[in-house]
Structures are given as C-alpha cells and as structure tokens.
C-alpha cells in the first residue's frame, strides 16, 4: 500500500492504539508489523481469527496468556552457550507452566472458536523440563536437592558458621567492656565486632572497617581467621557446585529450543488476536464480509476517532455505481466520509474488526490512495494545485480495476473553468480504468455529470438552511449546495458582504460606491448602423484603446457584466431585450422618460450607455459609452438599468459624466473666480 495514503489516513494511529493491549513484545512486535493485506482468502480467515477471540472475551473469562518477561533474552541467548542463570531459568519455566494452561484452557473453548483453538494444541508443555527446573531452582535459589555434592557442602558450611557463632559468642562476652555495642556484623564476608576506637589494639586481630565518624573500629578476632578462612573455601566450592547445575539446566533448554521458540511464536500470535480483539470491543468492531466484486456497503459506519461526535454513516458502491460525487458544504462532513471509508477499508484488510452496523461488507483492493489535504511543500516549490495534480498523476498511472481512490476537492485549486473540464477529464479516465472512486467537489457541472453518466452516482451532506448547521448525514443519489453565503453569515460576516454576493450570484449588484478605473468589456461586433452610427463607434473604441479608461467606462463595463453572468454561449442573446417583459419595460420607460444616470441598451451598438441629457424636442438622447458622447433616436434605445439601481439617491453623477481634471476645476471655479480658467465639454456625435 502506498504509505502516503497510510500517513493520510492515520492507519498508523490505529495500529499505534491496538498495540496498547498487547502483554508481550511478541504481540506488540506483530502488531507494529501489520500491513494490510490484499488476498482474499487470507483476509477472511484474519477477520474470523478476530471475531473468535471476541467472542471468548465477551464470556467474561480471563485467557492465560503466558508471559514472555524474561524469555525474550534466554531465546537471544539460544545457540551461544552461554549459561543462564537463576532468574533466567525460573523465567523458562514459569512460561513453560504458563503455556501448559493456554493449552488446558483452549482444548474447553472449541466450539465457541474452533480456528484458533487449534492452535494451543501444538504448544509444548515440555514436562521433564519444568519439572527438573522446578526442583532445582527455588526462590531465584538453587536448591540443596539439585545436588548431592552441592547439598554436602552447604552442610559443612552450617557447621563452620555454627562454630564461628560460638566463638563470637564467647569473644564478645570477654571484651563486653569495649565495645560499642553486643552484635555480630559481617564486613567483606568475614565476622567483626563493632569495638571502640580508643580501645580496639586491644584486641588482635584484624580490622576491616570503621563507622561514618569514626568512634567504631570493626575487628575480626585472630581466634576466628582460621574458621573464617575455612567457610570461604566452601564457599567457592559451593559456587562451582551451583554452577554445575546451572550448566546442566542450559543445556537441556538449549536442547529444547525449537519446542520454546514455537511456544513463543504461538503465544505471540494469541496475544496478537486477543489484542485486536479488546481494540474491537473498545471501538465496537463487528465482523464483515469481504468480496472481489467491488461490492462495499457500509451500514451506520463511524470513524474509529469520532467514535462519540460522528454521525452513523450509510454508504454503497457497486459494479453499476463505482464512482461517487459527494458535495455539500464545507465543514460538512466530506473529509470525513472519506477518510472513513478508506481508513475502514484498510482496517479491514488487516484483519480488524470495524465500526459498523452487521450486514456490512467490504470490497478487497490492491491500491488505496488518498489525495486528502493541500499537500502544499516549500522544499518541493508544490502550490495545492501542483500537488494535488503530482498525486493524481499517480493515482491515473497504477488505476485498475481493483484501486479504491479518494480525492477531497477534485482540481479545487485553480481556474474554476480548468479545473472542471479536468476533473471530467480525471474521472472519465478513472472510470474506464473501472477503479472505484469517492471524490468530493464545489463543481456544479460535476453534479450534471455524474446524473448523466453511467457508473456515477451522486451524494450528498445534508445540511439544515433553518439553524444553518451541517448535519453530517450522507444521502445518496442526490446532489447538494454548498450553501457558503448561509455559513459565511453565521461565522460573522457582514450583512451587507452577504447581500452584496447574492446580487452578484443573481447578476444585479447594486453599486454603493464609484466605480474605480477598471478595464472595459471587449466590445461584440455591432448590428449594421447608420453611417453616423457606424463613425460613432469606431471613435468609441478607438479611444478606449488609446486613453485611459475612465470612471464611466469601467461603469458600462460593470453594468454589462452585472447583468450578464451567463456563460458566452448564450452571452448574445441575453444581450437582446426580449419580447413581453421587455417590450413592456421599455413602453414604461419611454412614457417616464429617460432620466441622467439611467443604464441603457443602445441596439444600433449592441453596447451599453449611460444618459447624460434626457430626450429632446427631436427625440434623441445624449449617451455615454465607454468614453465617447452620443446622440442617438431615443427609438434605438431599450431601458437596462435604472438610475435608482445603480446610485443612491445623493450620488454626484458628475463622477460618472465629467473627467477628474473638469470636475477639479469646477471644484475651483465653485470657490473663487479663476482668471482663464475654461471647462471644454467633450465634442459630440451625432447620429440621425
């Protein structure tokens, strides 16, 4: 499996969790080591392994699992010659004890787990081991019974303390008067009496320690050297005596090592099974079936770390439906359908049991990879997009029919335009290739295809428009909103934020200031105009190219685009009014009159204009489009936007009307006379 996907999915915290209820380091070990698994079969008897287990725990009864403290350095050790010693010996055969009781216990548990009862029958008790352990070895000791030598030695040495302890005995009673105190001690294996430090040449003998302030001298008497020298010659013999027994108790357990080494593998794999199995009970694992048709159905599914806050989840994919859109809005829960799945999946393959509701099931994959996450790296120089892609990439090169792929915000990180027409492209791929997929996305146009395209299906998070929270539920076969104006409002942000983006989303923003100098819309090919029309326009666009746009064309601009938010394939004909609602809008218009500020369509340009001086006695109008001044037959004019849309109602429309140098000057003329001082108004055209 592709560890990226493992580390994506935290595949690594689960196994980190499961190994905490494991009692030896050979469960712990096997644990850490586990990977998911591919093959069917194998994956089927590991979850029926696991389900037997829970099933002996939920009898409530304790399983003797043997302990492996200690064992692990004799095993180590095995094939060294080395001699092991007391504690390493009372380990052996305290395990060996142990595994005598799995044994025991699990010959009664056959028909609640038959799988993996079958597997304590090949433990070895190792009897003659144990037992020859077990009489020579006692208290962490070697006993008298290991040997006749050895139990002959110890003899005479109780006989050589008796003696010392008489002589003592009748020292201290002599030399009462100088010492410190009427006790024995032993310094450096040998007797002393504790005497006082002005008397102790008194006594001869030798000293061999002093206390902390130096008031006592320990001596041992000259009377006692020779029985002392006595006892560490048995002493010595003692120890070779141990040693002989020690030597013959490593060997017989060298000579057992296969036994001990498979019943440790064994114990090791109890512990393995029984440590999956406390994990499934403290998560609710239950036990599915796998299949290789690509069938998975998850029932009332929840993420192992949201055991608590996760709504149950309901899930299916198929050979008819193997690639979902999921959409919805954000902090809805779409992330975490993924993960789920994958991380659900990847347990399964391993042999664990899952969060589920029974009759669950799960498909077997190859190649699970998960594309979760920005994935942004400043050492790599990769943006979101690049990153993303650099996966994908990935994920198109090794896509079979038995890859489960998760992509979270498909193509989200660059021109929305791109990134949808490559998302189709992806997916189109990905479902030729038959690989099963989960994506989540914004793209409205994903959620027509998938309606339209055989093998898609479309789901969604639910989400509630009163309270404005997500309800983390996922429906199948229907498309969602992102509702991110709804969320943008309840995390704060302003009212007039809000109503402004639905105006824009409706394609009727309001202007609530100037518009700032912007680049003008690049003008459609006009209708055949009237010469003086045709003259018109060209001057039109020829100074728009060639000045500096000013306030009244980037408003003409914006007007166009405000009202005009569909795609350019049907951009034309949006752009002419229509018959009913329009004509009857322009009747309304045309008995008002236009007034300045208006917005209107000027057919003979197929442009937009401002009006600057409401019709004349001749029935034509002075309009502004783009930079240049107009008349134009108030019959070539269709009403666009009103005056009372675009501007509040103190709005200066000399902004609109007048250049910035004309507008300073009045400003001044306004205050003060200004000798010379002129205002040239532009020339104007004019069409008949």
């Known amino acids: 499996m592709d560890e990226q996907t493992l580390r994506t999915l935290e595949y690594g915290d689960i196994i980190a969790e499961a190994s905490r209820y494991a009692v030896s380091y050979e469960g712990r070990r096997r644990i850490s080591e586990l990977q998911p698994m591919s093959k069917l079969s194998q994956i089927a008897r590991s979850l029926e392994e696991t389900e037997e287990a829970k099933r002996l725990l939920s009898k409530g009864a304790s399983v003797p699992l043997p302990s492996l403290e200690g064992v692990e350095t004799v095993v180590s050790l095995l094939g060294s010659g080395y001699m092991f010693g007391e504690q390493d010996l009372t380990s052996v055969g305290v395990f060996l004890h142990s595994c005598t009781q799995l044994k025991k216990y699990m010959a009664g548990k056959r028909e609640i787990a038959p799988g993996i009862a079958s597997f304590a029958a090949s433990l070895e008790d190792l009897p003659g081991l144990q037992s020859e352990i077990l009489r020579c070895i006692r208290h962490g000791r070697v006993t008298n019974e290991a040997s006749r030598e050895l139990e002959k030695v110890r003899r005479k040495m109780e006989q ?7 002589r003592m005995q009748s020292i201290m009673s002599r030399y009462s008067g100088i010492l410190q105190e009427q006790l024995v001690s032993v310094r450096a294996g040998r007797y002393v009496i504790p005497v006082r430090k002005e008397f102790y040449k008194q006594v001869k003998g030798r000293v061999h320690d002093q206390s902390t302030s130096g008031q006592t001298v320990f001596v041992e008497p000259e ?14 013999e003692e120890g070779r005596e141990e040693a002989k027994v020690l030597s013959a108790l490593s060997e017989r357990v060298e000579a057992s090592a296969s036994e001990l080494k498979l019943n440790i593998d064994i114990t090791g794999t109890y512990d393995f099974l029984f440590a999956k199995a406390k994990y499934a009970v403290s998560i609710g694992g239950e036990h599915v079936q796998v299949n290789d048709t690509g069938v998975t159905r998850m029932l009332e599914a929840r993420h192992p770390k949201l055991l608590e806050r996760m709504v149950p989840l309901d899930l299916e994919l198929s050979a008819a439906a193997r690639i979902m859109i999921i959409t919805g809005p954000n902090t809805g829960g779409k992330t ?21 509701r029974a009759g669950s099931c799960f498909a077997v994959f190859e190649n699970i990879r998960a594309v979760v996450g920005d994935g942004q790296s400043l050492e790599q120089s990769l943006s979101t997009f690049s990153a993303q892609m650099a996966s994908l ?4 090169n090794t896509a079979d029919s038995r ?11 660059t021109d929305p335009g791109e990134g949808m027409a490559l998302s189709v492209a992806i997916l189109e791929e990905l479902s030729q290739r038959q690989a099963a997929v989960l994506v989540t ?5 994903l959620k027509t295809f998938a309606a339209q395209t055989p093998g898609f299906v479309n789901a969604r998070m639910e989400f509630d428009p009163v309270s404005l929270r997500p309800l983390y539920q996922l429906t199948i076969g229907e498309a969602g909103q992102s509702y991110a104006l709804e969320i943008a409002q309840r995390l704060g942000m302003s009212q007039h934020v809000i109503e402004r983006s639905r105006k824009w989303m409706t394609g009727r923003m309001v202007k609530e200031t100037a518009p700032q100098n912007s680049p003008s819309a690049v003008p459609e090919p006009p209708v055949e105009l009237e010469q003086g029309e045709k003259e018109a326009g060209q001057r039109a666009d020829k100074g728009c190219q060639e000045e500096e746009v000013k306030t009244s064309v980037s408003l003409a601009s914006n007007i166009e685009h ?3 938010p569909a795609p350019a394939s049907t ?5 002419h009014p229509v018959k009913g609602e329009d004509q009857k809008e322009e009747r309304t218009a045309a008995k008002k009159g236009y007034e300045p500020g208006d917005a209107v369509w000027v057919t003979s340009l197929n442009r937009p204009g401002i009006v600057i001086e409401p019709q004349d006695h001749r029935g034509t109008l002075l309009v502004m489009i783009q930079k240049q001044q107009i008349r134009v037959n108030h019959k070539r004019i269709k009403p666009y936007i009103s005056k009372k849309e675009l501007y509040p109602d103190d709005y200066d429309l000399d902004i609109v009307f007048e250049s910035k140098e004309n507008r300073k000057k009045k400003k001044q003329m306004s205050k003060h006379h200004m000798e010379g001082m002129q205002i040239v108004k532009p020339s104007e055209d004019r069409s008949k």
């Open 160 to 166: 050589v303390k008796e003696r010392i302890q008489k």
């Open 223 to 236: 009377e006692i050297s020779a029985l002392q020298s006595e006892l560490e010659g048995l002493s010595a």
């Open 336 to 356: 975490v359908v993924l993960k789920t799945l994958g991380l659900l999946t990847l347990m399964v393959q391993s042999g664990l049991l899952v969060p589920v």
């Open 393 to 396: 990439v990935q994920m198109l």
């Open 403 to 413: 890859s489960l792929m998760l992509i979270d915000e498909l193509a989200a990180g």
């Open 441 to 445: 996305t914004h793209f409205n146009e």
């Open 562 to 564: 405000s009202r005009d």
């Open 571 to 575: 951009r034309q004909e949006s752009r």
